[in-house]
T-cell receptor
């Protein structure tokens, strides 16, 4: 089965702790993306990567970090510097850089207290 | 800066009716427009992708149209079913910008 997996589905952390969200795809896609979704707001782009070992900041990158060591994997770390980390996080991938259809994973709901 | 608007935020219709969801965008210089469906607590499912050179795309009971000059797209759902209940999101990729810009969605409820 081809697709995008995100784990875990639910994640709970104490304030001040870093946490890493997993995203894996077996679609052989070059590009991968991380979005954040909050109630009443559209999805906002955190980071994206067009190719292995390269990534760019999106609109709301502060307090987040990523790596892209393998084509299949694009983990997101939510650091203690992120002021409002509680949100629904969505990972996506697409075949190429621009204007390709994006496919999404099932999401991770992060709650920080 | 590209802005995407979806009105209304919520819509309820009886089962079996045809319906139209609206999406508008401020910058007509786009590569494409994509419609997604999102069920509560789930990820997004891609429904249709319309390239800037296309006027419409169809998949089953769904038909999406694109009018770049007016900055509008519509998603037409024929013979609605309770299983169509979900939030529908549209998103555009603008020229010079490799990112999708999303609307806030229309929450659709089909009443049995």
């Amino acid at each position: 089965d081809g697709g995008i997996t995100q784990s875990p589905k639910y994640l709970f952390r104490k304030e001040g702790q870093n946490v890493t969200l997993s995203c894996e795809q077996n679609l052989n896609h070059d590009a991968m993306y991380w979005y954040r979704q909050d109630p009443g707001q559209g999805l906002r782009l955190i980071y994206y990567s067009q190719i292995v070992n390269d990534f760019q900041k999106g609109d709301i990158a502060e307090g987040y970090s990523v790596s892209r060591e393998k084509k299949e994997s694009f983990p997101l770390t939510v650091t203690s510097a992120q002021k409002n980390p509680t949100a629904f996080y969505l990972c996506a991938s697409s075949m190429g850089r621009v204007a390709y259809e994006q496919y999404f994973g099932p999401g991770t709901r992060l709650t920080v207290t | 800066k590209q802005e995407v608007t979806q009105i209304p935020a919520a819509l309820s219709v009886p089962e079996g009716e045809n319906l139209v969801l609206n999406c508008s965008f401020t910058d007509s210089a786009i590569y494409n427009l994509q419609w997604f469906r999102q069920d509560p607590g789930k990820g997004l499912t891609s429904l249709l992708l319309i390239q800037s050179s296309q006027r419409e795309q169809t998949s089953g009971r769904l038909n999406a149209s694109l009018d770049k000059s007016s900055g509008r797209s519509t998603l037409y759902i024929a013979a609605s079913q309770p299983g169509d209940s979900a939030t529908y999101l549209c998103a555009v990729t603008a020229f010079g910008n490799e990112k999708l810009t999303f609307g806030t969605g229309t929450r659709l409820t089909i009443i049995p």
